[in-house]
């Protein structure tokens, strides 16, 4: 039985210090103290194209995970085949829902699951999956940024979550520029459908090109309120240990 280690840093300093650190850095930390129970999730959108190129410099032998909802645009299947080869990427994993739960649930919505209950679809094929991977690790690599949406504005670098696993988001503070002068400076290919206006791309019932003016992620479940899918919020993050709160009370109440 393999036995988990033992993970505990002070996340303040350590994202304090994150914050000037180069997103190359950060991922060779994350895999130096989780490995190897640790996994990156891609959607093999535009943007993920940098992180998975980090990635490819770094370990390419790192887990990649890849939520396969069937609903995926044939253009983002392509694209991924395509990275994966061309950055020799070696341990791809298709996240799948429970078979028997999803054609319940799709049957129950006559197949068009993401017109009448969106969050549920979300739910039975992005979050649960996903949940069941997380439990075999210590530590997962997202590509999100703050700067993609008004949701993910207050995102941390690392961050730490009930039950002991660790997100880290080493593109965290990047913003739309860097990602397009990355992909210039190393003469990396952006996803087929991006010129046509799909600058976030999921899954392709619920994603339009965005609108200009708009954040990123505008496309994405169009006209509903909702504004994620949900892998990204069903974590709840652990809480600061009293002292920790108290502290900064204290400090507080001191300026």
């Not at 504004?227 to 919020?233: L, S, V």
């Amino acid at each position: 039985m393999t036995m988990t280690k033992a993970h505990s840093f002070n996340l303040e300093k350590l994202n304090e210090g994150f914050e000037k650190t180069q997103p190359e850095e950060i991922i060779r930390w994350a895999i130096d103290e989780f490995s190897p129970k640790i996994a990156l999730t891609s959607s093999f959108q535009t943007e993920s194209v940098v992180l998975l190129h980090m990635i490819s410099q770094i370990n390419p032998a790192i887990k990649i995970l890849f939520l396969e909802t069937s609903w995926h645009f044939p253009e983002t299947l392509a694209f991924k085949n395509e990275m994966v080869s061309r950055l020799g990427l070696t341990d791809i994993v298709d996240l799948k829902a429970d078979p028997k739960k999803r054609e319940a649930f799709n049957a129950k919505h006559q197949n068009k699951p993401y017109e009448h209950d969106p969050d549920q679809c979300c739910q039975i094929n992005k979050v649960e999956p996903l949940d069941e991977a997380l439990k075999e690790l210590d530590a997962w690599i997202s590509g999100i940024r703050r700067s993609q949406s008004k949701t993910r504005k207050e995102i941390k670098i690392v961050e730490e979550y009930e039950g002991g696993i660790f997100k880290i988001n080493p593109l965290a503070n990047v913003t739309s520029g860097d990602i397009w002068w990355y992909l210039k400076e190393h003469h990396l290919p952006k996803h087929p459908l991006f010129d046509k206006g799909y600058l976030s791309i999921g899954c392709w019932p619920c994603t339009k090109p965005a609108q200009p003016g708009d954040d990123e992620r505008s496309g994405r479940w169009a006209g509903k309120e909702k504004t994620e899918c949900g892998i990204h919020t069903f974590m709840k993050l652990k809480a600061k240990p009293e002292k920790e709160t108290q502290a900064e009370k204290q400090e507080g109440s001191e300026i």
